[in-house]
T-cell receptor, first 115, second 113 residues
Framework: GAVVSQHPSRVICKSGTSVKIECRSL??????MFWYRQFPKKSLMLMAT?????????EQGVEKDKFLINHASLTLSTLTVTSAHPEDSSFYIC???????????FGPGTRLTVL | DQQVKQNSPSLSVQEGRISILNCDYT??????FLWYKKYPAEGPTFLIS?????DKNEDGRFTVFLNKSAKHLSLHIVPSQPGDSAGYFC????????????FGKGTRLSVIA
């Protein structure tokens, strides 16, 4: 299957700082990328959908000024958590889908801990 | 309103036997269904999918069955192995190519040796 990477896999930061998470499709062009958040013992929660070259579409209740998403190329999308707070601590997962395909391939996830 | 439901949060199966994971959906616009396997603190791994024009798709030990009239799909794993112990998520999509997947809440499978 297609490969999606995420970097970093784990990050610890101080409250008030910003953190950037990268999502890359390694062997295909991802026209659409998705960002999810997973709370303990819960299912994946879709945060936003991003299409290459256009603004991301955020799900209801997700602050777009807090979670900045950039999908600048067909292989890279970034999620920046701005002015992070302890309640932003979570497991963030991206997925990517190529043009004309329905299957999404997921990255390994990033564990964010805000102190 | 949950459009994709996995009503069994957990399932235990003896090694070598068949594991059957079930999924129901409510949206008749869904036309593509997927199963993902997930370990804690990892991203989901794509397992198998099925288009609404089919009623069965097989890949090795994994078979997905789709019953459109009942809006039901199931994943069969046979024979089950201890390494299959993980979370299994059913997902559905439909409409435009940019539509996000809709996930069920998952079923935790434990295969007992």
């Amino acid at each position: 299957g297609a490969v999606v990477s995420q970097h970093p896999s784990r990050v610890i930061c101080k409250s008030g700082t910003s953190v950037k998470i990268e999502c890359r499709s390694l062997d295909f062009q991802a026209t659409t990328m998705f960002w999810y958040r997973q709370f303990p013992k819960k299912s994946l929660m879709l945060m936003a959908t991003s299409n290459e070259g256009s603004k991301a579409t955020y799900e209801q209740g997700v602050e777009k000024d807090k979670f900045l998403i950039n999908h600048a190329s067909l292989t890279l999308s970034t999620l920046t958590v701005t002015s992070a707070h302890p309640e932003d601590s979570s497991f963030y997962i991206c997925s990517a889908r190529g043009a004309g395909y329905d299957t999404q391939y997921f990255g390994p996830g990033t564990r964010l801990t805000v102190l | 309103d949950q459009q994709v439901k996995q009503n069994s949060p957990s399932l235990s199966v003896q090694e070598g036997r068949i594991s059957i994971l079930n999924c129901d959906y409510t949206n008749s616009m869904f036309d593509y269904f997927l199963w993902y396997k997930k370990y804690p603190a990892e991203g989901p791994t794509f397992l198998i999918s099925i288009s609404s024009i089919k009623d069965k798709n097989e890949d090795g030990r994994f078979t997905v069955f789709l019953n459109k009239s009942a809006k039901h799909l199931s994943l069969h794993i046979v024979p089950s192995q201890p390494g299959d112990s993980a979370g299994y998520f059913c997902a559905a999509s439909g409409g435009s190519g940019n539509t996000p997947l809709v996930f069920g809440k998952g079923t935790r499978l434990s295969v007992i040796a």
